[in-house]
């Protein structure tokens, strides 16, 4: 059985992402290290996801493939980097997002969000995949990513805490 971790480093190498946007994120922080220790990948901590949208715009004007990895907590705060960069000018973009504030959750103020987010991309008609395993993680990596570029806007994987 596949870590969850190298599931999704194995993926993100696999259809070459090789820009990467973070915000801290504690379950994320295996796989942030593993990015650090890459040197074909760069790796770009931010400390706003709607900072971390507009570079990751910038770096696939420049020619990089660029996913940000990050809490669903953040999705509202980028909502209209969202929008109004990276779906109006057709941008690809891989959003792998911890979802916070599901089933398990020990922090009660992650929970209205967590409810909330997927019908908040719903909303704004972003496709998502929540994976069950690290296997549907990888598969749905890839998947991600080719419908990203397909659709030209934002496409996510929400991991839900069970899943770690």
């Given at each position: 059985?596949?870590?969850?971790?190298e599931a999704?480093?194995?993926?993100?190498?696999?259809?070459?992402?090789?820009?990467?946007?973070?915000?801290p994120?504690?379950?994320?922080s295996?796989?942030?290290?593993m990015?650090?220790?890459?040197?074909?990948?760069?790796?770009?901590?931010v400390?706003?996801?709607?900072?971390?949208?507009?570079?990751?715009?910038?770096?696939?004007?420049?020619?990089?493939?660029?996913?940000?990895?990050?809490?669903n907590?953040?999705?509202?705060?980028?909502i209209?980097?969202?929008?109004?960069l990276t779906?109006?000018?057709?941008?690809?973009l891989?959003?792998?997002?911890?979802h916070?504030?599901?089933?398990?959750?020990?922090?009660?103020?992650?929970?209205?969000?967590?409810?909330?987010?997927?019908?908040?991309?719903?909303?704004m008609?972003?496709k998502?995949?929540?994976?069950?395993?690290?296997?549907?993680?990888?598969?749905?990596?890839?998947?991600?990513?080719?419908?990203?570029?397909?659709?030209?806007?934002?496409?996510?994987?929400?991991?839900?805490?069970?899943?770690?």
């Amino acid at each position: 059985m596949m870590d969850s971790s190298e599931a999704i480093y194995d993926a993100l190498k696999d259809i070459g992402i090789n820009f990467i946007v973070s915000v801290p994120c504690v379950n994320l922080s295996k796989i942030l290290d593993m990015l650090n220790e890459d040197d074909e990948i760069i790796h770009i901590p931010v400390t706003r996801e709607e900072e971390g949208i507009g570079i990751c715009a910038g770096a696939y004007l420049g020619g990089k493939k660029p996913a940000i990895l990050m809490q669903n907590s953040g999705l509202g705060n980028s909502i209209n980097a969202l929008k109004s960069l990276t779906q109006l000018y057709g941008f690809p973009l891989l959003m792998i997002m911890s979802h916070r504030g599901t089933e398990g959750e020990n922090i009660c103020g992650q929970i209205p969000m967590g409810e909330s987010t997927p019908r908040i991309l719903e909303g704004m008609d972003f496709k998502f995949f929540k994976p069950g395993n690290p296997e549907g993680a990888y598969e749905d990596i890839m998947e991600a990513w080719d419908l990203s570029i397909s659709e030209g806007r934002p496409v996510s994987v929400l991991l839900e805490i069970g899943y770690w």
